[in-house]
């Protein structure tokens, strides 16, 4: 039996991040041959991920990767903001963004089968996500990316939460500023008639019900319902929304005078559509003490 050294231990737990004791008992395990050891760490640390997957991730930080006139967007999930500081899961981002544009995947299931290694994990981006929740001890996912191609592409990105791609053709300078607006004010569309008939129909239905409780005879009210919805689609189109540097113009005003066309954009948000777990902190403490009486 090989003698387990502090210094071996030492090595194992830098390598993986797991427990001292988890590593004496790999190394113990293996007979001290520190890559049987890593592997079977690897092995504990990756049921981990089976644990995690329940868990709702609804945090995360959107990556950008633009090279040339190609370019990808991507939100990446976890369950708390701690992990979205971790150098290793913001790594895994950067990565992943960066293989979409090299090999245009057609699906996230596509996007996981992709060569890469990264912190002892691979040769899969798969297999180094799930290698990361059992070294992190979170859930994490792919949770949707796009990709450009063709027309010239400029990107912006809020912090590590809101992240914006803008198709165009003219001035890059121009491109960027749409891109820092359109993260500003969150346009649905690039003009009224490209603003989706369910949001419009949503926004009619309050207009309606507001200009029911004025009481107004029925040809203002029908003024008042089709005034608010005019309004509406030029608040949410982004040609006719008033450009964030300088109010005095529209975004296409702006866009004109630099001689730039904006052919389209992506807006993502950080868990955008995911609900959220509220954690009844209380509750979950009266749940184990109530658990911990039954077992005894």
Not at 139 to 159: I, T
Not at 173 to 181: G, Q, S
Not at 243 to 260: G, I, W
Request: with cysteine; hydrophobic share 45%; charged share 25%.
């Amino acid at each position: 039996m090989a003698a387990i050294t502090a210094s071996m231990v030492a090595e194992l737990r830098a390598k993986t991040d797991a427990p001292m004791m988890e590593c004496k008992k790999a190394l113990t395990e293996a007979d001290g041959d520190m890559a049987k050891a890593e592997e079977l760490l690897r092995v504990k640390l990756g049921s981990k991920a089976g644990k995690a997957a329940s868990r709702i991730t609804a945090e995360g930080v959107i990556a950008s990767f633009i090279d040339g006139n190609k370019g990808s967007l991507l939100e990446v999930n976890c369950e708390t903001d701690f992990v979205t500081k971790n150098d290793s899961f913001l790594a895994l981002a950067q990565a992943a963004a960066k293989l979409i544009v090299e090999h245009n995947p057609a699906s996230l299931e596509a996007l996981g089968a992709l060569s890469y290694s990264q912190d002892g994990f691979g040769p899969t981006l798969e297999d180094v996500r799930k290698g990361l929740i059992g070294k992190i001890g979170e859930n994490m996912s792919f949770r949707r990316f796009k990709r450009f191609e063709g027309a010239q592409v400029a990107s912006y990105l809020h912090g590590t939460r809101i992240g914006v791609v803008v198709e165009f053709d003219g001035d890059m300078t121009a491109a960027k500023d749409v891109a820092m607006h359109v993260a500003a004010m969150k346009p649905v569309a690039l003009t009224s008639a490209d603003v989706p008939a369910e949001l419009i129909e949503k926004e009619r239905s309050v207009a309606t019900a507001k200009a029911a409780e004025s009481g107004k005879p029925a040809d203002i009210a029908s003024k008042m319902i089709e005034g608010s919805v005019q309004k509406y689609l030029k608040e949410v189109s982004l040609f006719n929304q008033p450009f964030v540097k300088n109010d005095k113009q529209t975004v296409e005003q702006m866009l004109k005078a630099a001689n730039t066309n904006v052919k389209a954009f992506t807006l993502y948000v950080v868990g955008e559509g995911i609900e959220k777990k509220v954690d009844d902190f209380a509750a979950e403490v009266a749940a184990q003490v109530a658990a911990a009486k039954q077992s005894a």
